[in-house]
């Protein structure tokens, strides 16, 4: 796979367009667009060569969640989570979850997701309330995953759980099928991103050996930070970059689509043209610091952290100021939703909470530019 964006774009207009307005409207999971992605190989778009996949790392990711937020933010955030709880199973997992799960996902089309917040701690993921006593080799999970985007659709769902270690956390893997794991679909109501499907897991006496602990005893949170961290923070930048220049699309095609009597058309006006021009700017700057962090984390430059978490805080706030000028381009009929803007802007109000959260990050960034330690 070689110029990954232009192949997603290709990819989201076939294969993702077609679903993306009963996506919302229905609050369906783009089921179609997935069994499409793992045909077309996104799905294994990070998996080393060595167990079948194309070995892609960071910019790659950050290039395909861009090219399908530009048509589906929805299917952008679902397929982004997918690509970080594989690279944490790529760089921490063992040898035996390396093999069972990229197989399960090269031959037969299954994808991942996260369960790391709760309702307590919400946007602090990081520190798990639910409980993990061990016994022998095997460890019985009790609580409640808050909001797990996937939720049901997803094979493997990767948790974080309080360690044996005091203070220390693990990052574990639980197969869907598992005993004692459940869903509540019905809790699903999002304002936007109806389609994703970030229901609350239920785990109730779930007992799991070992195996499918990611990693050494204690080692979740270096994973969460050094992993999860800047493919998660930097795939947001990307969906709400892409959020943004979708925003740009709609408005700018409408404005030079809809005609007055007199045959002049929105583009003609000097107040819509700054408001195209605000739009695209912001949009493009989104998108820039974006790719631009994704090249810096690959390469690890030394100032790749403060790149990522600016990219993502830059893009939250990017689309729903795009969001924000494109309804006042749409008038009445974007109000009255013959043009999608409405429905973009609600996707792009999730960038801000969702964790790590924007204000959040604010505070990290202050923290990674003077030096100090994070969170
Ligand atoms: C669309 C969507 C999909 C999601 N998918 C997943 C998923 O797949 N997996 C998953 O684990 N979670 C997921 N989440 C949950 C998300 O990551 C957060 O954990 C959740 O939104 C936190 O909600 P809360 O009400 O508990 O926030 P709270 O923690 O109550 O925060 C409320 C507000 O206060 C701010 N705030 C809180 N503490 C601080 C602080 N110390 N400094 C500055 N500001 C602060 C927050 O930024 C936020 O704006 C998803 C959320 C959304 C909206």
Same mark, same amino acid.
């Given at each position: ?6 192949? %997603? ?31 077309? /190989?996104?799905?294994?778009?990070? +998996? ?13 990711? $950050? ?17 982004? #989570? ?18 069972? +799960? ?9 994808? #991942?997701?996260? $369960?790391?917040?709760?309702? /307590?701690?919400? =946007?602090?993921?990081? +520190? ?7 016994? /022998? @080799?095997?460890?019985?999970?009790? /609580? ?22 005091? %203070? ?40 799991? @050996? ?44 409408? $404005?030079? @689509? ?5 045959? =002049? ?14 739009? !695209? ?14 090249? $810096? ?29 494109? #309804? ?6 974007? !109000? ?10 609600? @996707? ?28």
């Amino acid at each position: 796979m070689n110029n990954i964006y232009q192949q %997603g774009k290709d990819f989201a207009r076939s294969y993702i367009l077609p679903y993306t307005e009963l996506t919302d409207k229905e609050s369906k999971f783009p089921e179609e667009s997935f069994k499409k992605l793992s045909e077309n /190989g996104f799905l294994k778009l990070v +998996i080393p060569v060595e167990y079948g996949g194309f070995g892609k790392g960071l910019e790659e990711h $950050a290039q395909a969640c861009l090219a399908f937020a530009e048509t589906c933010s929805t299917t952008a955030l679902c397929y982004m #989570m997918h690509n970080v709880a594989l690279m944490c199973i790529l760089t921490h997992g063992s040898d035996e979850l390396k093999q069972n +799960i990229f197989t399960d996902i090269v031959e037969n089309g299954k994808f #991942m997701a996260l $369960a790391y917040s709760e309702l /307590g701690t919400g =946007t602090h993921f990081y +520190i798990p309330e639910m409980t993990a006593e061990v016994n /022998g @080799d095997n460890t019985t999970f009790n /609580g409640t995953k808050s909001m797990v985007t996937s939720g049901t659709y997803a094979s493997y769902y990767l948790v974080l759980a309080p360690s044996v270690e005091e %203070g220390k956390i693990n990052n574990w893997v639980f197969p869907l099928e598992t005993k004692g794991l459940s869903f509540d679909l019905s809790k699903w109501n999002g304002f936007g991103l109806r389609g994703n499907a970030s229901c609350p897991m239920h785990i109730e006496n779930v007992t799991l @050996d070992s195996s499918f602990r990611i990693g050494a005893e204690g080692s979740g949170e270096e994973q969460v930070f050094n992993v999860v961290a800047p493919f998660f923070v930097t795939g947001l930048g990307a969906v709400y970059s892409g959020t943004a220049m979708h925003m740009f699309e709609i408005a700018s095609n409408h $404005a030079v @689509d809809r005609q007055y009597p007199d045959g =002049t058309t929105l583009a003609n006006i000097e107040t819509i043209q700054i408001h195209i021009a605000n739009i !695209y700017k912001t949009a493009a700057a989104a998108r820039a610091l974006t790719l631009d962090a994704a090249r $810096a984390g690959a390469n690890s430059e030394a100032d790749a952290l403060a790149k990522i978490l600016s990219a993502r805080i830059v893009a939250s706030e990017a689309a729903i100021e795009c969001g924000r000028l494109a #309804m006042r381009v749409g008038g009445g009929k974007a !109000y009255n939703k013959s043009l999608p803007t409405e429905r973009l802007l609600r @996707d792009a109000y999730a960038g801000q909470i969702m964790a790590p959260s924007a204000d959040v990050l604010a505070i990290w960034l202050g923290k990674a530019l003077t030096g100090q330690m994070i969170p």
